[in-house]
């Protein structure tokens, strides 16, 4: 088949590649406009573009998938199917309606589950035992289309949403082309998805990566976890946002009300509204990323000392 791929952030590029690789035929991707990233915000091109102009393909920028420039444009390729995996936009029925095949997103969970922006942090977040990655047809509504096909996987109890990704990403990948040879083979149908069951995953923002000392132990380490690498789990600490890395549940340190610290050696924990979490990775406001015990020795810590105040 004719294939435009969608895609934007690194996510994305297992995908791609496999594409390529594929017996179908890439001619263009889609992707996000430039955008200013990093400390100097600079013009950034997405992962997305820079493989496709790696491998020599057309790349689509609309600002907006309503624009007439990009319709037209598509409609110029005549793909017979478009995959999408983390796009970023969403998608007018005059684009969804000019490929064949339609177009195939690749989302990272079990449909009905956890659709929206961030379904692997939530599915982390809420604690779930087992997530996956869904191929399904774009329609108009929120991932609401009739589904291809599925891979489950595993989450671990020290997985961030980082760690997750990346493996889904990969068995993802090979979900997409598998479901790309059955519609094109005629060997695979889409069925819809169930009713019961359905959950939201709305991205997750600075203020939701807030860390609540007096939560329990257990929520504490899935909200950090599930907010890392991004938007990265936080905590104010002598007035001054810290970044907090992932934790470890310490149910047999020594006792510590809610953010309160304690050091034994080189090991820092920190009191929950159960049990202390063992701190990992520390980054001060406007410093680097350092070990716990690092951190704690260059702040000298006082026995006033909170985390979250």
């Known amino acids: 088949m004719r294939l435009v791929f969608a895609g934007t952030p690194f996510t994305a590029l297992p995908s791609l590649d ?21 400390r100097g915000r600079r013009q950034t091109t997405s992962p997305v ?4 102009e790696q491998a020599g393909i057309e790349t689509l920028k609309p600002a907006r998938a309503r624009d007439p420039e990009f319709l037209d444009r598509l409609r110029e390729i005549a793909p017979d199917c478009c995959p999408v995996v983390a796009y970023g936009a969403l998608l007018p029925q005059d684009a969804i309606d000019i490929p064949r095949f339609g177009w195939i997103n690749l989302h990272f969970s079990v449909l009905p589950a956890w659709r929206g922006a961030a379904p692997v942090q939530h599915a982390i977040l809420r604690g779930d ?9 774009i329609e108009e509504g929120l991932d609401s289309g009739p589904v291809y ?3 489950t996987e595993e989450i671990k ?4 949403s ?18 790309l040879d059955g519609i094109e083979d005629g060997e695979l149908t889409s069925r819809p998805q169930p009713v019961d069951g359905v959950s939201l995953a709305p991205k997750l923002g600075v203020d939701d990566a807030r860390i609540d000392w007096a939560a ?3 929520h ?33 340190a020594p006792k510590a009300g809610p953010g309160e610290l304690v050091v034994v050696r080189d090991r820092v924990f920190a009191g929950t509204g159960s049990h202390p979490v063992e701190l990992g990775e520390v980054r001060p406001e406007g410093k680097r990323q350092m070990g716990a015990g690092e951190w704690a020795r260059g702040a000298r810590l006082a026995a006033e000392d909170r985390l979250g105040r």
């Not at 594409?19 to 990093?38: C, F, I, W």
């Not at 035992?129 to 047809?137: H, K, L």
């Not at 909200?223 to 992932?246: E, M, N, Q, S, Y």
């Open 129 to 137: 035992d087992v997530t996956g990655a869904t191929t399904f047809e």
């Open 149 to 151: 096909g599925v891979v």
């Open 216 to 218: 329990p132990a257990r």
């Open 49 to 52: 573009a820079e493989r496709a």
């Open 157 to 160: 109890s020290s997985d961030t």
């Open 18 to 38: 496999a594409l390529l690789a594929s017996r179908h035929e890439v001619v263009a991707v889609v992707t996000r406009p430039d955008a200013p990233a990093g």
């Open 162 to 179: 980082g760690d997750l990704l990346s493996r889904l990403a990969i068995s993802g990948a090979g979900l997409l082309v598998a479901t």
């Open 220 to 252: 504490v380490d899935r909200l950090i976890r599930a907010c890392t690498p991004a938007p990265g789990a936080w905590t104010v600490f002598r007035d001054h946002r810290v970044k907090i890395g992932p934790v470890r549940p310490a149910p047999d």
